[in-house]
């Protein structure tokens, strides 16, 4: 019988063989996992099971320009193979984190890609106007797709008019250098027409797919399970629907770098998103199982990548929808 | 503060269920854990992965660490009492010897121990969550405190470590809500008189929510401090997920949404909230001004 301790010493992921380099519109990240925003807090928690530093970035909790409570508990119903959440983004507001929670990821050596959440096109300008500058910024995800809000019209992703103003607004005030993802929701008709909308209004990058709007009711009680009725599902149920965005996003723009995000939690799965068209693939609810999954997910993509012959990510990304080619060929 | 932090940094370990025991409705697990024993001190919990590695059950699932060994023919062992409430600790209670059991631990703040050595401390414990209260008792013995322990339950079958309470306690008291055994009642229908026979110092108190508040409120009106350790429901236990908050008022007697897996389990009593757990008050800091607010 033997035991392992995962945590120490876990080994470094080391495969000279596969260039793992992504592309985040403009910027390149060393490899292509990321955490995903609201499931890493700001880096502190996680890397105490492993060097944040080592991940492509780390993805925040998304930031707001005040202190914020969030809704009341219960916050969490577990579904199939998933789950449903409505924090409603609990944080502590961009001055807390401009002090506190930004500087330690850039001490730590990592690579921050701040999600930032405002309720009006001048709060995210405001939100990308105290950014600017700021040590360790890699990027900036704008998250217009939050599903937690009393009002359906509040979701600006739901609105390609929408979208391309809060973006717009963002990109101008973000240094041209950072590069600006606009997150979007799966939740509306045309994913591409509001991918398109983001792209024109300046968006350098996409992050696909944020959490479905679902809901879960208590055969008890016969009531809502989750005290904010509503909530957002993510988890390994929501992966094909994550597959389906970034394939329809990446077979139209085929040029804009994706951040693919939904249900990951093995190297295959981060795979399937990085050949649907990812560049890169953040690790989200699978986090909340096993806090070590980013690090574990990294070493098995940089093996299932090498496994199918591909000499680097880039090689990989949306290799689905190149029929007929096979690898060595080009 | 920071050698503390160091002692206590979680570790994620792959263990196995090394003995399973049902004790009246509940079942008793010992885990290999090594690492996770060696750190924990009373109070702490660990974070079980469920189902097997292509579970649906995606979360975790927290557990109050009954006892913990350092030292075993297998490594350090944690050893928990699991309530069968879902399809999670359902497949623990059914899982036998050597099912691998993915571990995180220890998490969470400990109890704190008085540091007066002669305290007299009474300890509070609600079904099974009285697990965590006798590895407490072993540590304020070390102290040379007094323990008496009061133990309340639902029913006889609902109870959790009586005899242990009765060889670690100067008195022990058990109440049931069906009369089963002990005194029928709640446990506060007869920690008035407990305390005022043991001469009570401090009151440490872990169970439903209902029992804390009743416990940390009946302290209160005497002036006792009192430790609470609270069972919110959590998707990760490590601080992340922001889902198993609760109000509490800090040292500024401003009110937070506090994590109570990080900033928990164990609580001042007099610092939450407890008839607004569940809610979020209007004085929170970052409470919503209008009744539209979003976001996860």
Redesign the interface.
């Known amino acids: 019988?033997s035991?392992?301790?995962?945590?120490?010493d876990a080994p470094r992921v080391t495969q000279p063989d596969c260039d793992l380099a992504a592309d985040l519109g403009g910027q390149t990240l060393p490899n292509p996992v990321l955490t995903a925003s609201?499931?890493?807090?700001a880096g502190r928690?996680?890397h105490?099971?492993f060097d944040v530093a080592e991940l492509g970035a780390v993805v925040t909790?998304?930031i707001?320009l005040?202190?914020?409570?969030?809704?009341?508990?219960?916050?969490?119903a577990?579904t199939?193979?998933?789950?449903l959440?409505?924090?409603?983004?609990?944080?502590p507001?961009i001055g807390h984190f401009l002090e506190h929670d930004l500087p330690w990821l850039h001490e730590h050596g990592a690579r921050a890609v701040v999600s930032i959440?405002g309720g009006s096109v001048e709060e995210f300008a405001e939100l990308a106007r105290r950014l600017r500058g700021a040590p360790g910024l890699a990027a900036v995800e704008v998250?217009i797709s939050?599903?937690?809000?009393?009002?359906r019209g509040?979701v600006f992703a739901c609105s390609p008019s929408a979208s391309s103003d809060v973006v717009g607004a963002v990109r101008r005030h973000t240094a041209p250098s950072v590069p600006v993802l606009a997150k979007l929701s799966p939740d509306v008709t045309d994913i591409v027409e509001i991918a398109r909308a983001c792209v024109d209004a300046g968006a350098d990058g996409l992050s696909l797919i944020n959490?479905l709007l679902g809901m879960a009711l208590d055969l008890d009680t016969m009531r809502p399970v989750l005290?904010g009725v509503t909530?957002?599902l993510s988890?390994?149920a929501v992966k094909p629907v994550a597959v389906r965005c970034i394939w329809q996003v990446h077979a139209a723009l085929p040029d804009v770098p994706l951040v693919g995000m939904g249900g990951v939690?093995s190297g295959l799965d981060a795979l399937e998103l990085v050949l649907a068209g990812a560049s890169a693939v953040s690790v989200g609810?699978?986090?909340?199982?096993?806090?070590?999954a980013p690090v574990r997910v990294l070493r098995e993509l940089t093996r299932a990548l090498t496994d199918r012959g591909f000499g680097s990510l880039r090689e990989a990304v949306g290799h689905a929808h190149r029929p007929g080619q096979l690898l060595g060929e080009s | 503060m920071s050698d503390s932090a160091t002692q206590t940094?979680?570790?994620?370990?792959?263990?196995?269920i090394l003995a399973s025991r049902r004790v009246g409705a509940y079942h008793h697990l010992t885990l290999?854990a090594?690492?996770i024993a060696e750190r924990a001190r009373p109070g702490h919990f660990v974070a079980l992965?469920v189902g097997g590695e292509r579970s649906?059950?995606?979360?975790?699932r927290a557990f109050s660490i009954y006892q913990s060994r350092a030292t075993g023919v297998?490594?350090g062992t944690v050893e928990i009492v699991v309530g069968v409430h879902g399809a999670?600790t359902r497949w623990l209670a059914e899982q036998h010897p050597h099912t691998p059991v993915?571990v995180?631990g220890p998490l969470g703040k400990p109890f704190s121990l008085p540091r007066d050595g002669g305290a007299s401390a009474t300890l509070v414990g609600g079904g099974y969550g009285s697990a965590p209260l006798f590895g407490l008792a072993e540590a304020l013995h070390k102290r040379g405190c007094r323990v008496d322990f009061v133990l309340g339950a639902a029913s006889a079958d609902r109870l959790f470590g009586a005899l242990d309470a009765k060889r670690m306690a100067a008195t022990v008291a058990v109440t049931t809500v069906d009369g089963s055994t002990g005194t029928r009642g709640v446990v506060t229908d007869v920690l008035p008189e407990l305390m005022a026979r043991a001469g009570t110092d401090v009151v440490y108190a872990c169970g439903p929510m209902g029992m804390l508040r009743a416990v940390s409120r009946l302290a209160a009106a005497q002036g006792i401090p009192s430790q609470c350790a609270v069972e919110?429901?959590?998707?990760?236990g490590?601080?992340?997920?922001?889902?198993?908050?609760?109000p509490v008022v800090g040292d500024d007697g401003r009110t937070?949404?506090v994590r109570s897996c990080?900033e928990g389990p164990v609580f001042p009593g007099d610092r939450v909230r407890w008839d607004d757990?569940?809610?979020?008050p209007p004085e929170?800091?970052?409470?919503?001004a209008a009744?539209?607010?979003?976001?996860?």
């Open positions: 019988m035991f392992t301790v995962r945590t120490v609201g499931c890493a807090a928690e996680l105490q099971f909790k998304s707001m005040e202190p914020r409570s969030g809704r009341p508990t219960p916050r969490m577990e199939p193979s998933g789950m959440n409505s924090i409603g983004l609990q944080g507001g959440a998250n939050c599903p937690n809000v009393a009002d509040l959490t005290g909530g957002g988890g390994p939690r609810t699978a986090v909340f199982g096993d806090p070590g | 940094r979680p570790l994620q370990v792959s263990g196995e290999v090594p690492g992965a649906g059950m995606i979360l975790r297998y490594g999670g993915d995180v919110e429901s959590m998707a990760c490590i601080g992340v997920c922001m889902t198993c908050v609760l937070r949404m990080v757990v569940g809610t979020v929170t800091v970052g409470a919503p009744a539209a607010t979003g976001g996860h």
